[in-house]
């Protein structure tokens, strides 16, 4: 595995698939913004006044009772935005494999299945999160190093529901050993792919996001194939005589 090929077959497919993958960027952008929302100005400002010590005690509840920091609207937006964000990707990496291993796709199937694995996929990516951030909180390294070793959870959680949680985990950890500072390199460049998307006024975006999905997939693919061990050969009769 090179980075020369990796990239090249993820092009070569992102091109392929480019019409699917800037409705999967699309998407993703959309519910991303609603779990994005932001408070309201006069919120910010007084809860700066606040923060400052410009206001104290039963004024400052005054004023935030009249500028809540978020709305009931805003909260039950973030939630939605926050749910279907997961959906999409679960739907986006299990397209993701279709397309790298060259299946066909139907999608009806394919949103279909994203919505039963949804369960499971979200215990598994918390627990990502959780094991990442606390890594990230102990001097950053070791989340860094979590990060490369656990890159593949997310993917193998969408793809192999039937995997329990202590399954998927290992198999990233098996796949990822003593490639750590191949895979740092391969994550770097996922990550520059996606920021090579603003450089065209922000619209890019839209195709290099899914792209270096693509590009992760390719990599995982090849990590299989090489971590494969055939079976071998069953002995003959005649040896076994011998």
Known sequence: MTLNNVLKDAWEIG???CGFLVLFGLASAI??????RSSNQDSIKVLQKIAEGDMQ?????????????????????IIIGVLLSIYVSIALYRYVKKI???EDVDFKELLNSSVK??????????????????GLML???????????????????????ELSVSETFSKSMNLTKDKFWDL????????????????????????TAPLSAVFMGVVYKELVQESYIPESAPESSENNEM
């Open 15 to 17: 091109k392929k698939k």
């Open 31 to 36: 519910v991303g913004s609603l779990s994005s």
């Open 57 to 77: 005690g039963a004024k400052a509840m005054q004023e935030l009772a009249k500028n809540p920091p978020m709305s009931s609207v805003d909260f039950i937006l």
């Open 100 to 102: 790298v291993d060259d």
């Open 117 to 134: 694995v949804y369960g499971m996929f979200f215990v598994k990516s918390l627990l990502y999160g959780l094991a990442v951030g606390l």
């Open 139 to 161: 001097c950053v390294l070791p989340g860094i190093y979590l990060a490369v070793r656990l890159a593949f959870v997310q993917y193998i959680a969408a793809n192999e529901p």
């Open 184 to 207: 740092l390199g391969y994550g770097i460049v996922a990550i520059l792919i996606v920021l090579s998307g603003f450089l065209l006024c922000c619209v890019g975006y839209l195709f």
